[in-house]
């Protein structure tokens, strides 16, 4: 196993990671910047008020993608058994 196969399987890994946390940060993102300017608007500075709705699509986004992310998963897990005969000779 060479230096270049190792990086190679952290940079593969690194983008199946980006891909899977990339929709569940991005929706927390855009709910959460919608209700800061709902609060901006209303003059409502209460801390705890993103925290429901933040939590609420994470959990619709892992509900509707979560198939999909465990595909990755499992895909990427197939393949790197599969290339364990060609990275160990």
Do not use: R
């Not at 300017?37 to 959990?59: D, G, H, R, V």
């Amino acid at each position: 196993m060479t230096p270049d196969t190792i990086s190679l399987i952290a940079q593969e890994t690194v983008l199946v990671a980006i891909k899977l946390i990339a929709p569940i940060l991005l929706s927390s993102l855009v709910v959460g910047l919608i209700i800061s300017m709902f609060q901006a608007a209303t003059s409502i500075n209460e801390q705890t008020l993103t925290f429901i709705p933040k939590l609420a699509t994470i959990i619709i986004v892992l509900i509707i993608l979560g198939p999909w992310m465990l595909q990755v998963i499992i895909d990427f897990f197939q393949d790197l058994m599969l290339q364990i005969p060609t990275l160990i000779g």
